[in-house]
């Protein structure tokens, strides 16, 4: 049953960030270098994302929701979730903002 939930988790929660984060680094053209240094983080934040929303399941719905929606930024569910992914966010912010624009 762990197994199951772990891979929900993993669909609604830890792919989407990977996506948007990576779709909007991609179009803001930064070093791969940095995309695959967050790619990474995320792929290691797995077991916390997949801690905290098992903890807190409303955290995770409006995590989710709001990402789809496009109400929440992923990076900040992802730092918020996996704290130690804070630096690799840092480094791509200014790329992600660019993203934005």
Same mark, same amino acid.
């Given at each position: ?5 772990a891979?929900?988790?993993s669909?609604f ?15 803001a053209r930064?070093?791969v270098?940095?995309?695959?240094t +967050?790619?990474g983080?995320?792929?290691d #934040? !797995?077991?916390? /994302?997949v801690?905290r &929303?098992? @903890?807190?399941? +409303?955290?995770a719905?409006g995590?989710a #929701? !709001?990402?789809? /929606?496009?109400?929440? &930024?992923p @990076?900040?569910? +992802?730092?918020?979730a ?5 630096q690799? /966010?840092?480094a791509?912010r200014p ?7």
């Amino acid at each position: 049953m762990q197994d199951i939930i772990a891979s929900l988790i993993s669909f609604f929660l830890i792919q989407p960030i990977q996506a948007e984060m990576t779709e909007r680094l991609s179009a803001a053209r930064a070093p791969v270098e940095l995309v695959e240094t +967050l790619t990474g983080c995320i792929a290691d #934040a !797995g077991p916390a /994302v997949v801690r905290r &929303a098992s @903890d807190d399941p +409303l955290w995770a719905i409006g995590s989710a #929701a !709001g990402i789809l /929606v496009g109400l929440t &930024a992923p @990076d900040a569910v +992802l730092v918020e979730a996996a704290p130690g992914c804070a630096q690799a /966010v840092s480094a791509v912010r200014p790329y992600l903002d660019e993203g934005e624009a």
